[in-house]
Nanobody, 119 residues
Framework: QVLLVESGGGLVQAGGSLRLTCVASGRTFPMYTMGWFRQAPGKEREFVARISWSGDRTSYADSVKGRFTISKDNAKNTVYLQMNSLKPEDTAVYYC????????????WGQGTQVTVSS
């Protein structure tokens, strides 16, 4: 079982930046992918970004391309989400996720961290 703990959420004005951090512990090997999802009030959870364990492949939701950057530090079992040019519509609970099988399916989830962007 992989334990994921997120941090870095908070309140920021529109146009500002935040960096989310997710630390993985427990059964972290093998790990094939890690990612970020978000859920706004009254909406379904949606994909934000993902990165391969090697770090050579990333993908993003269209809504965050050019503004968010996902990165990782394998030595620290940590994945980051740098969020720039934040918009009020980015307000949500952000969840870290990990995939421990070659299919890339996310099977472990963190508890979430709140991001609130004021206009």
């Amino acid at each position: 079982q992989v334990l994921l703990v997120e941090s870095g959420g908070g309140l920021v004005q529109a146009g500002g930046s935040l960096r989310l951090t997710c630390v993985a512990s427990g059964r972290t090997f093998p790990m094939y992918t890690m990612g970020w999802f978000r859920q706004a009030p009254g909406k379904e959870r949606e994909f934000v970004a993902r990165i391969s364990w090697s770090g050579d492949r990333t993908s993003y939701a269209d809504s965050v391309k050019g503004r968010f950057t996902i990165s990782k530090d394998n030595a620290k079992n940590t994945v980051y989400l740098q969020m720039n040019s934040l918009k009020p519509e980015d307000t949500a609970v952000y969840y870290c996720a990990a995939g421990t099988t070659p299919t890339g399916t996310f099977s472990s989830w963190g508890q979430g961290t709140q991001v609130t962007v004021s206009s």
